[in-house]
């Protein structure tokens, strides 16, 4: 179980959920921000920080939303265009700091007018 | 100002105490350390051998993801220049005053430990009891009343949200899943030993208006063992209507409960809504609960209707809120169970001048809401607040706080101390087939952690 990042962020990023989250893994990519789903503790303070209601419960998902799930987890467990291998598990966002890649899901989104 | 002024201003580090290892208090040494680096020496003092607050007595003993927030924290702790000095009670072990006499600044960050009370006849019968009576029980916190003997067959929790959802698992999870947690030996065999059958949830408003978290709610939907019940009546009102996402999605779990099939031999949570209690009634022992039914008035206020219902219970736990307690020597304001404060300095009233170096964060400040990760954002805007006073003044000299515990024999725990516990707690769990063990009296963590020898007394011949 996770929380997750959908659609609602993409080309907007307020980043509002990452000052809330305790544990720091909530991660910035070009176009969206991604929860990583192992460092994720569900306690749920992302979810009513985030002003255009992007973020989900994994259970709590509308069907439509459901290709954020693997689109969250991808960005963690795939390369990303430009970089050698997957992030995988930093243990923190602040570790890392902001790419500019996005997971084929993000990329391939219309952008937002 | 000269260049060289601005890189380093002053010729020794910022020396910091934070009164309470919670979370609010944790984020504050966090906060500090990332914004000043070896600039300061932070100092967390707990009156408890244990750090980490409300993760380790409040958060629920069978939620372990949200409790693992706390490999987060001890990397907080476990900074070169965080300090935790544990068995410190700050206003009866050391005054306001002498941390003055230590510390450049001081941030209170205790929390809202007291339980709210209801104001109804029969509060004080026994078997009326508060939610930290319990959780502080079942989590073993060490100032716990010493032993809960769950002969109650009928429960009824008054409150609508996560800790009386909390209350309302625990009390009704089968006993194989809770031996997985790290709840205290005796604890464990109390509950398996429980004679309760049904948990009554009492929310004074409607289900729309419930504060339980959507995710909890669904969570007591997927436990197998547990049966739920709701009154299609008292749903009625919000089964039509607009609500917000979350409100309808609660909404939506407690229409499908209000069909469920009837399981009677299963344990049982009812979840009644728009009823407020009235009397706990009984001899000297809880024997039931007298509720009125409420409505919404035109003003959008919750008021009584004359309709009254009675339960039969014996057992009534308030689980409506916490409200913070005031320390010798700091403002405090009652009625909102805070601290004045603007920004996190602490004030001598609402809109009253600053004091000077005194800084409040977490629920002292802000009051009892929020879930953990809310803690983060409050202690970074009290820490933005002590960086910008604490830049500008000149650094005085200060005294040790060492050599003013040592002068007075007290004795404290230090960080090396608290892993003496966490390892023997470890090792305890790994003896009863579970991660953690935990050690609930006050003695047995004092000895622990100042000589680990005597970490395994469950195997020691007495």
Known sequence: MTYVVTDGCVDIKDRSCMEQCPVDCIYEGGRALYIHPDECIECGACEPACPVEAIFFDAELPDEKLPSVQSNAAFFSQVLPGRDEPLGTPQGFKKVGPLTSDTDYVAGLAPRP | ?462
């Not at chain 2, 007298?290 to 689980?319: C, H, K, M, Y």
């Open chain 2, 1 to 462: 100002m000269r260049l060289d002024d601005h890189a380093s201003p002053h010729e020794r580090a910022l020396k910091v105490a934070i009164v309470g290892a919670g979370p609010s208090g944790l984020f504050a040494a966090e906060g500090l350390v990332d914004r000043l680096g070896t600039e300061v020496d932070v100092d967390v003092l707990d009156r408890l051998p244990t750090p980490y607050g409300l993760v380790r007595y409040g958060v629920a003993p069978d939620h372990p993801t949200i409790k693992s927030v706390v490999n987060a924290l001890q990397a907080i702790l476990e900074a070169s220049n965080v300090r935790f000095l544990g068995g410190i009670e700050v206003g009866t072990d050391l005054q306001i005053s002498d941390l003055a006499r230590c510390y450049d600044a001081i941030v209170y960050a205790t929390g809202a430990p007291r339980a709210r009370h209801l104001g109804i006849r029969g509060e004080t019968l026994n078997g009326s009891i508060s939610a930290s009576d319990l959780v502080n029980w079942y989590n073993g916190h060490p100032d716990a009343i010493a032993d809960f003997n769950l002969q109650a067959r009928s429960v009824a929790v008054l409150g609508a949200g996560n800790v009386a959802l909390d209350l309302a698992r625990i009390l009704t999870r089968d006993h194989t899943e809770l031996a997985q947690t790290d709840m205290p030996s005796p604890v464990l065999e109390r509950l398996q030993q429980s004679a309760v059958h049904d948990v009554h949830v009492i929310a004074r408003r409607g289900p729309e208006f419930a504060k339980f978290s959507s995710k909890e709610l669904r969570e007591l939907g997927r436990i197998d063992c547990i049966h739920r019940t709701v009154d299609r009546g008292e749903l009625a009102s919000a089964l039509h209507g607009n609500f917000d996402r979350a409100a309808a999605a609660k909404i939506a779990l407690f229409d499908s409960w209000s069909t469920e099939p009837s399981r009677p031999d299963a344990r049982s949570v009812h979840f009644r809504f728009s009823l407020r209690p009235v009397e706990i009634v009984g001899s000297t022992h809880v024997e039931g609960l007298i509720l009125e039914r409420t409505a919404v008035n035109d003003r959008g206020l919750s008021v009584g209707t004359g309709d009254f219902v009675s339960i039969p219970v014996q057992l009534v736990v308030r689980a409506v809120g916490y409200h913070g307690a005031a320390l010798p020597d700091v403002p405090f304001d009652e009625r909102s169970g805070t601290v004045p404060n603007r920004l996190g300095r602490v004030c001598h009233a609402i809109d009253g001048p600053v004091i000077a170096d005194q800084y409040v964060t977490g629920w002292l400040k802000r009051g009892p809401v929020g879930v953990i990760g809310t803690n983060k954002v409050d202690s970074h805007e009290t820490v933005s607040a002590l960086i910008d006073d604490c830049s500008q003044h000149e650094r005085l000299h200060k005294e040790s706080i060492d050599s003013v515990l040592d002068a007075r024999g007290h004795p404290w725990i230090p960080y090396a101390g608290w892993q003496n516990i966490d390892r023997a707690e470890i090792s305890r769990g790994a003896a009863e087939g579970r991660s953690r063990s935990k050690i609930s009296d006050w003695r047995t963590l004092t000895d622990v952690a100042m000589n680990p020898g005597v970490a395994m007394p469950l195997e020691a011949s007495s």
